[in-house]
């Protein structure tokens, strides 16, 4: 689910810290979220100052974004991404992460797989111990299926919903998003394996060993934390 903690000026200056990794002729992955944005914004400033960048969306509402900022884009298809920028709802000091608050998850983790490095950007709230809940993007067919396995893996699971939409809320690719709560997640490696093989998991947001840096804003400042 969203931590609607952090400060406007923490994200943007986390934001702003990795968008400043981008040299010129890079493609980029561009991540979803409200810390996210503040990178493509700040993308857009150097384009308007010549950086030449193109940039591979993870959802259609940083695919919008970019275009109204004025980020060229380019897909998967054509491209490798050099670098991938993106938040998360939570990250731990071993720099794994639970992603999908935003439902857009699956996307997310294939253009982070995809890139030769990826770059986190986070505000201190983001911080935990140990993670709690994973979003799960599932096939509908799949639901009940995905809940009993799930449940013998020891999470609850819930549907995600939301205000402004009945029913369920659906990736853009058109699935159920469902939140796995498992209270306290000791071995995020050994749960990402099993949640890998549960059929029916379109994919999960447990973002495991794939970070190469986590960029921490704060009111005053930036730390860079690197695997
Ligand atoms: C979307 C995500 C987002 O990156 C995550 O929810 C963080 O968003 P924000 O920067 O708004 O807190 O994983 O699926």
Redesign the pocket.
Known sequence: M??RG?SKEA?RRAGRSAADQVEDGDVVGL??????AYAVERLAERVDAGLDVEGVPT?SATRRLAIQEGVPLTSLDVETPDLAI????AYTSDLDLV???????TR?KVVAEASESFLV??DPS?EVEAFEAV?LEVLEHALPLVMETVEELGGETLPRKCDGKDGWVVSDDGNPVLDADFDRIDDPRELSRALDGVTGVVEH?LFVDMADEVHVGEDEGVTVLNR
């Open positions: 969203k931590n952090g994200k991540g979803t979220g409200s810390t996210a959802s993106d938040g998360a709802d992603k999908g608050g935003g439902a857009a998850h997310e950007v986070v983001k979003p947001g």
